[in-house]
């Protein structure tokens, strides 16, 4: 029988891999993808945490619709900045911006 | 349903869609500071309006998700004389950076709205939209300069860490969520003045702690501030330094004066730890800085700590002290941001050196550095050093008296550092002859500024009132 805890795993391993992405991809686009990694587990903790716990409000449910439609705008927000850093500078590594440090 | 609780950020919108529909009619609206004058007036008119809305009852609008009361009526004020310095500040500024302007003053009004939502959110999904439209906003803005390499570095480092920092903060609420089946605060707060102390409690306050510490450049997260504020337009830079990070503290406030009160002997270690690092880290590499934006960065990181001597010492005086001192800085920061601004119009450069010799060309640009930098040192004519001497007698008032001599002492350094740059200033020579063309709006925000910074200095009586009672009815 599957129970809340194996959703909790799942989604605490989801959100492990997205840090790890996000630590160690030098793509700005993998980043991303990282990042949506992230939030995709915060989903499944909402989701899973509201049938198990507290079924008869669906207060999970709209935190994780809200948080879908918050992590589509960040993605075409940061594509848009990648773009035009890409048309500027012809890079999309992470590493290689550099201008700024200290 | 009660419309006059969210009738400020209505205003907010409206003004920001109405800039932009204008600007889709009119293209000369796009191109002329047009928008900008429109944007100012009616930030000038929101503010008088909200002076009549009533401060002393809470009105919420759905259920408790959303209130209105004097606390979040007095930041959602600050937030306003933020956006009217800002776009002040803009009006000349963007002419050889972009065609549209109009975008551009639209853009504030939407971040306006973002932080007003996040100073009345009582529910956390409401919270973290006010917070996430409050940061695209900015990152738009910050990389509004395209020309400008710096810029989108800027904006992309900006979105893809604030991305992360929203992440663990949502892994904390999910957490939150999961353990007492609801999101709103006073709900939360009832469920949890019962409840026992769990491991996954533990993780979800320090996730929730590390996601709004984000915001307001708590030191382990506070990477993004120096580069930030050095490629983004200098007025958002001010926009940033103040705004986002009032915004960050009236979260953080509701937060963890509210929904966590229980659970004091939990997070307090934690952020007295952070405190400390802040305000050593704030302070030491504030030293070492040649450009002027970064080296105010780490200023307001500095300034961070010295506010979280406040929320350490947990009571109705420091709350008081904490709006009393936000005050103060916002005055301060935005008359440095300001002569940053007018510096950049006139040299095109902001290192601290390009500051040689400014004496000589405008004695008016030096005189606002001299009072927006002795104020944030805390050199006693200016407000600063009120803010500083409430904060700090009721630090050691709660029994952190080794916390506070820290913090002195590190005032201390800072004292050093900001006379570094006014001895650069007063003395030097530079190569700039003609005198500096300071254009009247700018002159007329850094006028503002530097006499509220001396007027609360000399009659702080009116001010630490009005913060006393906001804490007192918070409380």
Redesign the interface.
């Known amino acids: 029988m599957i129970g809340l805890s194996h959703y909790l795993l799942v989604a605490a391993a989801l959100f492990c891999i997205g840090v790890y992405s996000v630590i160690t991809k030098k793509n700005a686009i993998a980043v991303l993808m990282g990042i949506e990694f992230m939030l995709n587990a915060i989903n499944i903790n909402l989701v899973a945490f509201n049938h198990f716990m507290a079924p008869s409000q669906v207060i999970g449910q709209v935190f994780a619709i809200f948080i879908i439609g918050v992590a589509a705008a960040e993605v075409s927000l940061g594509l848009a900045i990648i773009l035009s850093l890409y048309r500027q500078r012809h890079l999309v590594a992470i590493d290689e911006m550099d201008i700024l440090k200290w | 349903m009660n419309i006059s609780a969210v009738s400020l950020e209505l205003a907010s919108l409206s003004l920001g869609l109405l800039t932009i529909i204008l600007g889709l009619i009119f293209p000369s609206f796009r191109s002329k500071n047009t928008g900008g004058y429109l944007a100012i007036m009616g930030l000038i008119s929101m503010l008088i309006g909200s002076l009549y809305l009533p401060a002393s009852n809470t009105q919420t609008f759905i259920n408790t998700f959303y209130v209105q009361d004097s606390l979040a009526l007095f930041f959602k004020q600050l937030f306003i004389v933020v956006a009217i310095f800002v776009n002040a500040m803009s009006l000349r500024y963007l002419k050889p950076y972009t065609k549209n302007r109009g975008d551009y003053f639209a853009l504030t009004f939407f971040a306006l709205t973002g932080m007003m939502i996040m100073a009345s959110a009582a529910e956390?999904?409401t919270l973290?939209?006010g917070l996430?439209l409050m940061t695209?906003t900015f990152?738009?803005l910050t990389?509004y300069k395209?020309q400008d390499?710096?810029s989108?570095?800027?904006?992309?480092?900006y979105?893809?860490l604030s991305?992360?920092s929203s992440?663990?903060l949502?892994?904390g609420?999910?957490?939150i969520?999961?353990l007492t089946?609801?999101?709103d605060f006073s709900a939360i707060s009832t469920v949890f003045s019962i409840g026992s102390v769990s491991p996954l409690l533990v993780w979800a306050i320090i996730m929730v702690l590390s996601g709004l510490g984000f915001k307001i450049a708590l030191v382990p997260f506070h990477m993004w501030t120096?580069?930030v504020y050095?490629?983004a337009p200098t007025p958002i830079t001010a926009f940033l330094a103040v705004g986002s990070k009032a915004a960050g503290f009236v979260a953080f406030i509701r937060v963890f004066f509210h929904v966590f009160a229980p659970f004091t002997s939990i997070f307090m270690p934690l952020l007295i730890t952070l405190t400390v690092l802040t305000l050593l880290i704030g302070n030491l590499i504030a030293l070492?800085?040649t450009h002027l934006k970064?080296f105010l960065a780490y200023s307001s990181i500095a300034h961070v700590g010295y506010i979280l001597l406040g929320v350490i010492a947990y009571s109705k005086l420091g709350l008081s002290a904490i709006l009393f001192y936000l005050m103060l800085y916002l005055f301060a920061n935005i008359g440095a941001f300001a002569g940053v601004t007018a510096l950049v119009i006139n040299t095109g450069h902001d290192r601290i050196s390009d500051l040689a010799g400014l004496w000589k060309c405008s004695p008016f640009l030096s005189v606002i550095f001299l009072i927006s930098l002795l104020s944030l040192a805390g050199i006693p004519p200016t407000a600063g050093f009120i803010g500083k001497f409430y904060l700090f007698t009721e630090a050691i008032h709660q029994g952190y008296l080794w916390l506070a001599a820290l913090a002195l002492g590190l005032s201390l350094v800072a004292v050093y550092y900001y006379l570094m740059v006014i001895r650069t200033l007063l003395s030097g020579t530079s190569e700039e002859t003609q005198p500096f063309i300071i254009p009247f709006s700018l002159r007329l925000v850094m006028i503002v500024s530097a006499a509220m910074t001396i007027g609360i200095g000399i009659w702080p009586g009116p001010f630490t009132d009005l913060a006393l009672n906001i804490a007192q009815s918070f409380y």
Do not use: C, H, N
Request: hydrophobic share 45%; proline share 2%; no cysteine.
């Open positions: 956390f999904i973290y939209i996430e695209f990152v738009l990389t395209k390499l710096k989108g570095e800027a904006g992309l480092k979105l893809l991305a992360i992440g663990v949502l892994y609420l999910s957490l969520y999961g089946g609801k999101l120096p580069d050095e490629g070492a800085q970064r």
